[in-house]
Structures are given as structure tokens and as C-alpha cells.
């Protein structure tokens, strides 16, 4: 059964945006940890941020005031919100719950 969907994925070019989404099928959303990573072609899967079912939130340096996490508890949805893509932003982004554990992930591609 599958408990995490993600969204919003696809090409842009560098500089542009893009919002992932990711919908979680269960009961027990609000309390959970919700996080995104993301993996490179040949590179590990590394943690982009994550936000606490209270809504604290942390990112990875890398992001640098480019992406924002976001929940909406009544939706069971968690976002991620990017600007200013790099082309070294492509990689497939995964969605993780604490509860449910990950997604399968939705490529984004960004183009010099």
C-alpha cells in the first residue's frame, strides 16, 4: 500500500521554481516528522529539511533561504517550495514520514 505519493516534479531551468508535494495516506500525519531528501545520479541520498508535526523546521545549508518546507495538517500534505533552482538542485526528491517512511520519489531536473 502505498502511503506517500509525491508531485509536482519535472524540468525547469536554472533559476526558476518549482513546489513538490506529497500526500500521505493514514492517521497519523499531524504528529509525524516529515522530510524531504534528495538523491543524485552516483551520489548518496542526502536531506534537503525537515519539519516536526509542531512545526519546527531545518534545513540543509546547501538550501540557503532557496526552499521552504511546509505542512498543512488538515490536508496531510507536506510541500517543498523552490526558487532560485541550480542545476545542481537535479536529483530525485524523496518525501520520508516518520510514521510511513518514504516515498518514491519525483525527478526534478534543472537545465543551465
Known amino acids: 500500500q502505498l502511503r506517500l505519493v509525491e508531485s509536482g516534479g519535472g524540468l525547469v531551468q536554472a533559476g526558476g521554481s518549482l513546489r513538490l508535494s506529497c500526500a500521505v495516506s493514514?492517521?497519523?500525519?499531524?504528529?509525524?516528522?516529515m522530510a524531504w531528501h534528495r538523491q543524485a545520479p552516483g551520489k548518496q541520498r542526502e536531506l534537503v529539511a525537515t519539519i516536526a508535526g509542531a512545526g519546527r523546521i531545518n534545513y540543509a545549508d546547501f538550501v540557503m533561504g532557496r526552499f521552504t518546507i511546509s505542512r498543512d495538517n488538515g490536508k496531510n500534505t507536506v510541500y517543498l517550495q523552490m526558487n532560485s533552482l541550480k542545476p545542481e538542485d537535479t536529483a530525485v526528491y524523496y518525501c520520508w514520514s516518520s510514521s510511513y517512511g518514504w516515498g518514491q520519489g519525483t525527478q526534478v531536473t534543472v537545465s543551465s
Open positions: 493514514g492517521s497519523m500525519f499531524s504528529g509525524n516528522v
